[in-house]
T-cell receptor
Framework: DQQVKQNSPSLSVQEGRISILNCDYT??????FLWYKKYPAEGPTFLIS?????DKNEDGRFTVFLNKSAKHLSLHIVPSQPGDSAVYFC?????????????FGAGTQVVVTP | DAGVIQSPRHEVTEMGQEVTLRCKPI?????LFWYRQTMMRGLELLIY????????DSGMPEDRFSAKMPNASFSTLKIQPSEPRDSAVYFC????????????????FGPGTRLTVL
């Protein structure tokens, strides 16, 4: 069963506009969340993370928002740039569990058009 | 640091053949993970090791899959016999739970092996 869901397989956005990627989870024990970015023919690379004690974390053009009551998080990219075109994976883990297990979503393909 | 190294990058084989995928984790990392990426299921964790010992193999789909980590710098994922439904991209990742951890459970991925079983 998919405990982390990214229901939008793809997203197209114009350069300079905001990209909003959504992620839902079902396991209330998850308390730490990560976003990974993946380019073709490369492995995923870490982008940004958030702990459940926060509701927002910002790093440059990337901001992640966490709504624990809704079991929902989102990644905002502002402004979007052509280099942001990639697949974005949402991942979740339990810091109370043994180190190691990340549950990933299926990914969202972002295409930024000029 | 060279990062996580995987070989081969591409593998094409026929159904029934044995396939071996290889991984060299980042030096000093004590955790190693094997993932499979498919369109339908995204990134699935197959198995992971801590200090060369398998910790959780509940994601390994069938007995046809096996993984070993004979030492801290090398791991293999073997499929025998391979089937067309095994076609996917297989990623190896490593992480460290000791030392200066900035991001909890940040895992570093290799470039993947694209497996095609005909």
């Amino acid at each position: 069963d998919q405990q982390v869901k990214q229901n939008s397989p793809s997203l197209s956005v114009q350069e300079g506009r905001i990209s909003i990627l959504n992620c839902d989870y079902t396991n209330s024990m998850f308390d730490y969340f990560l976003w990974y970015k993946k380019y073709p023919a490369e492995g995923p690379t870490f982008l940004i993370s958030i702990s459940s004690i926060k509701d927002k974390n910002e790093d440059g053009r990337f901001t992640v928002f966490l709504n624990k009551s809704a079991k929902h998080l989102s990644l905002h990219i502002v402004p979007s740039q052509p280099g942001d075109s990639a697949v974005y994976f949402c991942a979740a883990t339990m810091t109370t569990d043994s180190w190691g297990k990340l549950q990933f979503g299926a990914g969202t393909q972002v295409v930024v058009t000029p | 640091d060279a990062g996580v190294i995987q070989s081969p990058r591409h593998e094409v084989t026929e159904m029934g053949q044995e396939v071996t995928l290889r991984c060299k984790p980042i030096s000093g990392h004590d955790y190693l993970f094997w993932y499979r990426q498919t369109m339908m299921r995204g990134l699935e964790l197959l198995i992971y090791f801590n200090n060369n010992v398998p910790i959780d193999d509940s994601g390994m789909p069938e007995d046809r899959f096996s993984a070993k980590m004979p030492n801290a710098s090398f791991s293999t994922l073997k499929i025998q016999p391979s089937e067309p439904r095994d076609s996917a991209v297989y990623f190896c990742a490593s992480s460290s739970a000791s030392g200066r951890v900035i991001v909890y459970n940040e895992q570093f991925f290799g470039p993947g092996t694209r497996l095609t079983v005909l």
